[in-house]
């Protein structure tokens, strides 16, 4: 069985990759001023949150359509493949698994959409697991997703919880207590869910509280450090992270500045990561 994979492109699996695992990564929509952006184009992702604080009104997002996903759909099959797999965002925070599904009624029996309950490389390394385990075929792939899902963890530390109050992925009460307080949000996205899980005043505890997740959790498999145009503070972080325990990381770390399509729900100056464990 031949089996295309198609995500969405808030998996911010770098281009490299997308072309070497032969992916389809439909692009999602950003909308500044009522000017719409295919996520990717027109407008860098470091642009975008050099700009994103001074915006007046808080730019927003869409999905793709069912006609970009059914396009997607009927160029796989015509090129031969047998069977499809659309992995996608975090259902309970976005509409595009349920476009995905839509558009997948168009080919009965030949496209299967799963959800990945994640965001950014939490998406992403499901993807790629999956796309590693293509030639063993849907079910290998299927798997491979499972087990991939069932041992990640993506946290953040953001600069703050404006952004996801506006987005409204936090209590209002909450996000306002972190305006007052001047705290920074340490955030876990786990089974499609934004938790807000603590909260320090200072860069530094942050790190601190991100090396301790990474490195009482047992020997890592994929790791992703991922940031919203914070790069500098992103090159220092896995540089300690290495120093630390260069034996329980992965030899090809990504770095990634995350997609725009996200960073409007989370603002700019933020620090995470994405980590499969063994």
Known sequence: MKLGIVTDSTCDIPHYLIEQYELEAVPCILVIDGKEYVDGKGITREEFYGRLPS??????????SIGDFSTRYESLLTRGCDHILSIHAAGALTSILNIARQAAAGFPDRVTCVDSTSLSLGLGFQVIGAAEAAEMGLQAALAATESTRKRLQVFAAL??????????????TVAMLGSILSIKPLIE??????????????NSQANEKMFKILLEGGPLERLAILHTSAEPRAKEFLNELMQRASQSVPRAILMVNVTTVIGTHVGPNGLGFAAVRK
């Open 55 to 64: 915006l007046q009104t808080q730019p927003t997002t869409a999905a793709p």
């Open 159 to 172: 600069d703050t919880m404006e952004y996801l109050k506006r987005s409204g992925r936090v209590p209002a």
């Open 189 to 202: 996205l786990t089974n499609g869910e934004v938790k807000a899980i603590g909260a320090v005043r200072t």
